[in-house]
Structure formats: structure tokens, C-alpha cells
């Protein structure tokens, strides 16, 4: 059984495409007992009622797939945590870096995996969940004590029908993620516009070059493949024109009056920036101007 923790449109996506009967969600303490039910429609199929029990960490899950917010990881594996066995492997997909490290400097002893997904999923209503977009889900190790998990993770996640590979080193597509999400998030939720909508605006043109060249340098500073400016760029606007119509997870966020995933992208970029003696202006620019709109 895979527990589920974390009742957003990711975790919705996963519970309604794991075999039934394998799956759960983890209550948060005020949940009410019984199970969650909503509309899930799939890629390409008709809309079905998805109806997923909820389980009790205690009782030894094969992993928790943790599918919370950069910013609520700590706390919720806080409180659940006391209660799962320690040798359950526990999976975090979040947006953005920082809240990964922050789970496996806390729990070192804990088998902590990190994943990243391409997979695009909404909720367009409190209770439909729209798989959006195919994409692929990478997983891998964080630690020594998950390393021996690794591939039964992946057999377990790909149970699914989606796409999981097993990633030797999770940080590169971490971080391939991040750049991704620095240079489109931020952008269209102070322009209040989608994906596809920034790259006609003066904003985005006047600042998209020095992002990039920040990014470029911190790449190299922490040992991550060298990428010119002009490169990034490219990615940037790629995945831009291919999400054109999407409404980001920050705007959305935004729009819906939640906090969001700045602290762990443009803002993460900051606080590395400040520990490897590199100037990152535009990305404190982009963090605060974020800020202002909560
Ligand atoms: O990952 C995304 C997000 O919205 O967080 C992108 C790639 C920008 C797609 O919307």
C-alpha cells in the first residue's frame, strides 16, 4: 500500500492512477475518517469518480509519497512521522531545491528519496482532478539509507501507468526543474498572465537575460554542468511555448490566495547566491516582488 500525504492535484494524480485498493491518503488530524472522493478525468479518457481510503502511517505502508508544498514538508513529515516505521522509504516531490536537503538533514537516518515530474496536473474544480499533461517522473536516492529502495520505488510508482525512471544522481534534474521554474513562475504570476503569455511582455524580455546569467553562474558555482545564459534561455521558453496555455502552479497559487513555492526557487536561488559570493538581484527582484502579491 502507497501512502499518499498531500491532497493536491500531484497527489490526486498519483492515488487515481495507482492500482485502487493500493493506494491511501494520509489524514491530516483533523480529517475526518472514511475516504476521499473526487472527479478524476485521465489524458485521454472520460471523466470517473475516484473514491481513495485514508490510512494511518502506522500501518507499514511499502513508502509515503509525500505531495505537500516545498513550504509544508517539514511540518507535515513532523507530525506523521512519529508514527511510520523507520524503514519506510519516503519519497518528496516538491517544486524547487532547498525543502529536499531540509527533510534529510532533519531525518539522516530515515531512507529519503527526492523525485521531479513533468507530469502536468489541475484542478479546475474543488473536486475534479484533470491530468493535463503527459510528462515522465525521475527518482532517486538522497541518501545512503535509500539507495537500497531505489528500485522498488520505481517498480511501485510506475504501477501507475506513468512514466518513473530511476535516476542515479537526482540533483541534475532537480535542478533542471528549478531553472525551468525560475525563469516561468515568478514571471507570470507578477504578470498575472499563462505559461505562454510572458514572452511577448516587457517585463519578461527586460529581465529574462540577467535571470539567466545568474543562473548561469550559480550552476557552475555548485557544481552543476556549465549552461550559458543563452541556453537556459532556450529551455525556459521551450517548456513556456509548450505549457503556452497553462495557468503556473504559482499563479495559481497566487490566484487562490495561497502561499507560495518562491522560498524554494527564485528565493532559493538567493539564499545560494549569498553563500557562494554570487549577486543575485534579479532573482531577489522576482522573490519579493512574489511576496508583494500574497
Ligand atoms: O512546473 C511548472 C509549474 O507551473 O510549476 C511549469 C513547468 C511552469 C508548467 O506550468
Redo the contacts with the bound molecule.
Keep these: 500500500m502507497i501512502a499518499i500525504l498531500g491532497a493536491g492535484s500531484l497527489g490526486r494524480l498519483w492515488a487515481a492512477t495507482l492500482p485502487a485498493g493500493q493506494v491511501a491518503f494520509v489524514p491530516r488530524p483533523e480529517q475526518p475518517a472514511g475516504q476521499l472522493s473526487y472527479r478524476f478525468r485521465p489524458f485521454d479518457g472520460p471523466e470517473y469518480q475516484v473514491r481513495i481510503p485514508w490510512i494511518m502511517p502506522s500501518h507499514r505502508p511499502s513508502l509515503l509519497l509525500l505531495t505537500t508544498k516545498a513550504g509544508d514538508s517539514l511540518p507535515a513529515l513532523a507530525s506523521t512521522l512519529p508514527v511510520l516505521p523507520t524503514d519506510t522509504p519516503i519519497v518528496l516531490l516538491q517544486?524547487g531545491l532547498g525543502s529536499q536537503q531540509q527533510v534529510a538533514e532533519r531525518w539522516p537516518d530515515r531512507p529519503v528519496l527526492a523525485a521531479t515530474t513533468t507530469e502536468?496536473a489541475n484542478r479546475p474544480e474543488a473536486d475534479l482532478t484533470v491530468h493535463a499533461g503527459q510528462g515522465d517522473t525521475r527518482v532517486g536516492a538522497l541518501n545512503a539509507a535509500a539507495k537500497a529502495h531505489l528500485n522498488e520505488v520505481v517498480h511501485a510508482l510506475a504501477e501507475s501507468g506513468l512514466t518513473v525512471h530511476a535516476e542515479p544522481d537526482i540533483l541534475g534534474p532537480l535542478w533542471q526543474k528549478l531553472v525551468?521554474?525560475a525563469g516561468?513562475?515568478a514571471f507570470t504570476a507578477i504578470l498575472n498572465c499563462l505559461?505562454g503569455q510572458i514572452l511577448d511582455q516587457a517585463f519578461y524580455q527586460q529581465w529574462i537575460d540577467p535571470l539567466c546569467r545568474e543562473i548561469s553562474s550559480l550552476l557552475l558555482a555548485a557544481d552543476q554542468p556549465e549552461q550559458t545564459p543563452e541556453a537556459l534561455r532556450g529551455q525556459i521558453e521551450a517548456?513556456a511555448r509548450k505549457?503556452a496555455t497553462?495557468t503556473?502552479?504559482?499563479r495559481a497559487d497566487v490566484l487562490a490566495g495561497r502561499s507560495t513555492e518562491i522560498d524554494f526557487i527564485n528565493g532559493y536561488l538567493v539564499g545560494l547566491g549569498r553563500q557562494l559570493g554570487i549577486e543575485t538581484p534579479v532573482n531577489q527582484m522576482l522573490t519579493e516582488r512574489v511576496k508583494q502579491l500574497n
Design positions: 517544486n502536468g525551468i521554474n516561468i513562475n505559461n517548456i505549457t497553462n503556473s502552479s504559482m
